[in-house]
């Protein structure tokens, strides 16, 4: 019993209820609770103190199963807990939504600035937890990944998905560690740019162990590099797709299918893709959908190899035995809740099994996006600032950039490729 009491499977154990939650959001008041985008309302104030006292009652019941000391947890909690919510509501304002930041950036900068501008007390560190939170929101966002995102796009948006996530990634990693940036933080790069941004990042680091000042430095590169091409990305594609093509309805989907593979965060994605007309937009939300899913298989595959490889450098043939011994079983409790959820939904289990929002993984995301808000003010308050302006960090800012220019080169080929010429072809 006492191999089960590690932190990966008290995570999952945990996680468990709130999914259970999550099922059930159909029959709850507006939903489920969520962080609202206004704290003048009576109703914003239930939601909060509810997220409050469960998030509180996770975070204690895991100290007590892994034997950690709770004392002092409660006014830790509550001041992460009131950062958070300002990073979410912050994120959450209109004029900010537009831009695309999601609340784990705010999150970050209001850590730092606890961290470099303030001393942190002693009375603030037990709940300092943040690799605890962010295994937990990775297992709650597994519920967000439904096959069904995946089957809808038909076989021009898996091909596309397929070849560019594995070109793309496979670049990012040769251009990373070619500039001497660490293997760690190389497979949260790649991943970061090949598939949907923050949520990549968060998945593939936490399967990789990346450094925490790597990951939250990675994660604003991308929010930070996402705003300008919601922008530049709609007029490249008007001024450069019409020169592939004249037909008007082939242009519609190839500016899509290359909004959707390059854009990194689906809040630029859907932006950037309204610009141009429904049509662009509908493509669009659909190719990212579909690359959305494959962060589970791409953690999967970063887990193995890991696992696989020893301290020396050195790789062992990979068994069953061995992957199961390194493998990070919280991975387990992300895939075990995506295909859960995608069953529910297949077989019409969930009210809602139609729409194309459910309320049951707005839920999910809801109770993610609130444990990965808590781990990145942990992370802020665990970072200096002169690591984040390291050469080591700038070596990650050239790798990415560069990664990106070839990802944005790549998906317009493949895009034309494949809503151009092949869908038209064979009748898709």
């Not at 950690?68 to 909690?77: I, M, V, Y």
């Not at 595959?301 to 890991?306: G, K, S, V």
Request: charge should be positive; charged fraction near 15%.
């Amino acid at each position: 019993m006492r191999k089960f009491l590690v932190e990966d499977w008290v995570v999952t154990l945990l996680s468990i209820p709130i999914l259970l939650l999550c099922c059930f959001a159909c029959y709850l008041p507006e939903g489920g609770p969520k962080v609202p985008s206004t704290l003048l309302t009576p109703s914003a104030w239930r939601h909060i103190g509810f997220l409050f006292a469960f998030a509180l009652a996770v975070l204690y019941l895991g100290n007590r199963l892994l034997a950690r000391p709770t004392k002092g947890l409660l006014w830790s909690f509550t001041a992460i807990f009131a950062v958070s919510i300002l990073a979410q509501v912050v994120a959450n304002a209109p004029f900010i939504k537009k831009f695309g930041f999601e609340a784990v950036f705010f999150s970050v900068i209001f850590g730092l600035i606890i961290r470099n501008v303030f001393h942190i007390p002693e009375w603030l560190k037990p709940a300092i937890q943040g690799e605890f939170f962010i295994k937990i929101g990775v297992v709650c966002l597994g519920a967000t990944i439904l096959f069904r995102d995946f089957v809808i796009s038909g076989a021009a948006g898996i091909i596309q998905a397929c070849i560019v996530v594995t070109s793309v990634w496979l670049f990012g990693y040769w251009l990373s560690r070619r500039m001497n940036v660490e293997e760690r933080a190389t497979m949260t790069l790649s991943s970061g740019v090949t598939i949907c941004g923050v949520s990549a990042c968060i998945a593939s680091g936490g399967v990789a162990k990346v450094r925490e000042k790597h990951l939250s430095y990675i994660i604003s590169v991308v929010l930070i590099i996402a705003v300008p091409m919601i922008y530049v990305m709609p007029l490249l594609a008007e001024w450069i797709v019409p020169l592939l093509t004249d037909n008007p309805a082939m242009q519609n989907e190839i500016m899509g299918a290359w909004i959707g593979g390059t854009i990194d965060t689906t809040s630029g994605v859907a932006a950037a893709s309204e610009m141009i007309n429904d049509v662009a937009n509908r493509t669009a939300m659909i190719v990212k959908a579909t690359q959305n899913v494959l962060i589970g298989i791409v953690a999967f595959c970063i887990a193995t190899y890991l696992a696989s490889k020893e301290e020396d450098g050195k790789f062992r043939r990979p068994s069953l035995s061995l992957i199961w011994e390194k493998f990070p079983k919280f991975i387990f409790g992300f895939i075990l809740a995506s295909l859960v959820f995608s069953l529910l939904q297949s077989n019409h289990i969930f009210p809602d099994w139609d729409t194309n929002r459910l309320a049951e993984t707005s839920a999910a995301k809801n109770f993610s996006t609130l444990f990965f808000s808590l781990a990145f003010v942990c992370i802020g308050m665990d970072t200096r600032l002169k690591d984040i302006v390291s050469k080591d960090n700038r070596n990650i800012l050239y790798a990415f950039v560069g990664t990106q220019l070839f990802n944005i080169i790549v998906t317009l080929i493949v895009a034309w490729l494949i809503f151009g010429i092949v869908k038209p072809s064979l009748g898709w």
